[in-house]
């Protein structure tokens, strides 16, 4: 078995009397999306610049590509691209000027797949940074999370501000890493995004994980609502005690029903009946996810207080 790109073990970050995030324990594997899931104030971030040496584990570790994320810091570095939540770029260079500057710091990277991804996200180099709008600045920092081609993508809600066509080609761009066996880490609150990108999910709530699962797994355990019409009366208790079934109702020639796992009973129970017509509805991951995390979720910003720019940090 492949080793993981990211895994962390029982980490812990606090500040202060304040929860960052506790006791996280789960894998990234390689060649694979991975979308980590929770509103803001979850620990999303804070699991991020952990990972990336930016801010110091309280206990336990993190290690990528098998290296300590502290000790490994300047390996780790040069295999990562980072996109940050939060951005600041130099407002009197142009785009273009900003992707020289950072090519050559990263001298790996390709400065024709660079100017490539600069086309396809319809990015403006020519314009001073600081009279782009924030789209537009997303936009250059996607860039130089990607232009090297890195082994792990971390990238920390990546389309806020993003145009629909623009988040389209993000996500082409995201399978095609992931189709040339590297890895895409993705934190976000957009669950329909993650559903359509990613392979695995943790769910994060209150610095918390509450599940790491295959996406398709934590679909087909979802509960499922459906309704059967029939061309008669059926008898109740010709559904009752099946397994699986919850908020079963009977209503003459009508039975709907939340199941959770298989529908083979509830079909197998109905087959004694004339059936006229069946609508099932598969829940959405952002349903799923409102099952785990419920009301009430804290809207604290996700970061430490007085953090600094991070995307020259990284790149550095």
């Not at 606090?14 to 960052?20: A, F, K, L, T, V």
């Not at 109740?236 to 298989?262: M, N, Q, Y």
């Amino acid at each position: 078995m492949e080793r993981p790109v990211l895994q962390a073990e029982a980490l812990t970050k606090s500040y202060g009397r304040r929860r960052g995030v506790v006791d996280l324990s789960f894998e990234v594997r390689p060649g694979g999306v991975f979308g980590y899931l929770g509103p803001n104030g979850a620990g999303k971030t804070t699991t991020i610049r952990t990972a990336l040496d930016l801010i110091r584990p309280t206990a336990g570790r993190i290690r990528l590509f098998g290296l300590d994320s502290r000790r490994g810091r300047e390996e780790i570095h040069k295999r990562v691209g980072y996109l940050p939540g939060e951005i600041t770029l130099y407002p009197r260079m142009t785009g273009r000027d900003l992707l020289v500057h950072l090519l050559h710091l990263r001298r790996e990277a390709d400065r024709a797949f660079a100017f490539e991804l600069a086309e396809r996200l319809d990015c403006d180099l020519d314009r001073r940074i600081g009279a782009l709008s924030h789209g537009n600045r997303r936009k250059l920092a996607l860039i130089q999370a990607f232009m090297h081609r890195p082994g792990l993508v971390i990238l920390d809600e990546p389309t806020q501000g993003l145009d629909p066509l623009i988040q389209q080609e993000f996500h082409r761009l995201v399978r095609e890493t992931r189709e040339e066996g590297r890895t895409v880490f993705l934190s976000s609150h957009v669950l329909p995004e993650v559903e359509r990108v990613c392979d695995r999910v943790g769910i994060i709530r209150e610095g918390r994980l509450v599940a790491v699962e295959d996406v398709g797994d934590l679909m087909a355990r979802a509960l499922r609502s459906i309704e059967i019409q029939f061309a008669g009366p059926v008898p109740s208790e010709a559904f009752a005690g099946l397994p699986g079934i919850k908020d079963l109702s009977v209503d003459h020639h009508v039975v709907r029903a939340t199941v959770e796992g298989s529908l083979d009973a509830l079909i197998k129970a109905s087959a004694r009946f004339e059936v006229l017509t069946v609508q099932t509805h598969q829940p959405s991951l952002e349903e799923i996810f409102l099952s785990f995390y419920g009301p009430g979720a804290e809207e604290e910003e996700d970061r430490e207080p007085g953090a600094p720019s991070e995307v020259g940090r990284a790149a550095g």
